[in-house]
């Protein structure tokens, strides 16, 4: 069992254009982008929106074969995954696989904002693609 999940450190929404949710999520509800990057290795734009404890990520595909052009091609804009804050991720993944639970990530890679990123595969999680993240 992982003993280092801290909370929910951000939820993944996939969209087809960041300035236009912006819109929504700024103007009407009040929120902010801080952070705009993009993620070279994933094919994306990320656009951080705090709110209290935990974010929001929003995510624009820069290319037709990025994950998330094939995520919205499938299942249309929405929730894309969620991602759990742990202290130390390469624990977490070496308790994982030793549980057998079936990842996508073996070992961390770069995510935005310098952090270390790991997704396990959503047939292991009952459907829900899930994102470890250290800051
Ligand atoms: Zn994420």
Redesign the pocket.
Known sequence: MLENVQKI??I?IAVTSIAEAAKFWENTLGLKITATEEVAEQKVI?AFIPCGDSEV?L?QATAEDSPIAKFIESKGCGIQ?I?FRVDDIEAALAELKAQGIRLIDEKPRR??GGAQ?AFLHPKATGGVLL?L?QR
Do not use: P, Q, S
């Open positions: 450190d951000h993944g990320t990520e995510l995954h991602a995510g935005a990123i994102e993240c």
